[in-house]
C-alpha cells in the first residue's frame, strides 16, 4: 500500500505568500528527506531532517517521527520556487527511501 | 566537480535491444541506487549496491541486471529492452551509516 502521501497535490501562489507541505508516512519512520525538482531535471536535496526543524533561508522543515509526519514550509515564496517537491522517507530497511508523488508549486507574479 | 554523473544523458533504442546505463560518484560512498521516475508512479527503486560486487534487489527489479564494478561506478543493463522501459533513470549515492541521497542528472531512456 501506499506508504507515503503528501499534500497538496498542487499549489499555485502569488509572490510573497508562503507555503505548507505536507508529508505523512503510513510505517515506522527512521528518516526522511526533501527534495526539489524541476520539470525533466535531477533531484536537489533541500533537507535531510531525520526528526526536530532544521532551517536554510525561506526554508524550514520539521520532522515527528512519533506522529510519522513532516512538514516544509516556504516562506515570502519566489518564482524561482516554481517546481517540485518531494519527500522521501526510510523505514526500517538502511539506505532504502520510499518517495511521495510530489507537490507541484507554481508562483506567480 | 559534479559529485555523482551519469551517461549518456540521453538514449533512443528499439525493442529488444541492448542497453547499459552508467553512474559513477567521488563521494566516497558506500551505497549507490537506481531508480525510474514515471509519472503517476514516482520514483521507484530498482537495483542498489552496498559496495564494490555487491547487488540487492530494489522495488522494481524484472527486465533489469545491475553491476557494481568499483566503489565508484555502478551500471544498470537492460538486455531486452521494452517501450514499458521508456523512463527518466537516476543513479544516486548515500554514506554507510547516513542515509541522505546525493542524485546524478538523470538518464532519459526511450525505446521504441
Known amino acids: 500500500g501506499q506508504q507515503v502521501q503528501q499534500s497538496p497535490t498542487s499549489l499555485v501562489l502569488q509572490e510573497g505568500e508562503n507555503a505548507e507541505l505536507q508529508c505523512n508516512f503510513s510505517?515506522?519512520?527512521?528518516?526522511m528527506q526533501w527534495f526539489y525538482q524541476r520539470p525533466g531535471g535531477s533531484l536537489i536535496s533541500v533537507f535531510y531532517?531525520?526528526?526536530g526543524t532544521k532551517q536554510s533561508g525561506r526554508l524550514t522543515s520539521t520532522t515527528v517521527i512519533k506522529e510519522r509526519r513532516s512538514s516544509l514550509h516556504i516562506s515570502s515564496s519566489q518564482i524561482t520556487d516554481s517546481g517540485t517537491y518531494l519527500c522521501?522517507?526510510?523505514?526500517?530497511?538502511?539506505?532504502?527511501?520510499?518517495f511521495g508523488a510530489g507537490t507541484q508549486l507554481i508562483v506567480i507574479p | 566537480e559534479a559529485a555523482v554523473t551519469q551517461s549518456p544523458r540521453n538514449k533512443v533504442t528499439v525493442t529488444g535491444g541492448n542497453v547499459t546505463l552508467s553512474c559513477r560518484q567521488t563521494?566516497?560512498?558506500?551505497?549507490m541506487y537506481w531508480y525510474r521516475q514515471d509519472t503517476g508512479h514516482g520514483l521507484r527503486l530498482i537495483h542498489y549496491?552496498?559496495?564494490?560486487?555487491?547487488?540487492q534487489i530494489g522495488d522494481v527489479p524484472d527486465g533489469y541486471k545491475a553491476t557494481r564494478t568499483t566503489q565508484e561506478d555502478f551500471f544498470l543493463l537492460l538486455e531486452l529492452a521494452s517501450p514499458s522501459q521508456t523512463s527518466l533513470y537516476f543513479c544516486?549515492?548515500?554514506?554507510?551509516?547516513?542515509?541522505?541521497?546525493?542524485f546524478g542528472p538523470g538518464t532519459r531512456l526511450t525505446v521504441l
Open positions: 522521501a522517507m526510510r523505514g526500517s530497511a538502511l539506505g532504502r527511501l520510499h
Open positions: 531532517n531525520p526528526s
Open positions: 544516486a549515492s548515500s554514506d554507510r551509516g547516513r542515509d541522505e541521497q546525493y
Open positions: 510505517t515506522s519512520l527512521n528518516s
Open positions: 549496491s552496498y559496495g564494490a560486487g555487491n547487488l
Open positions: 563521494n566516497s560512498h558506500n551505497y
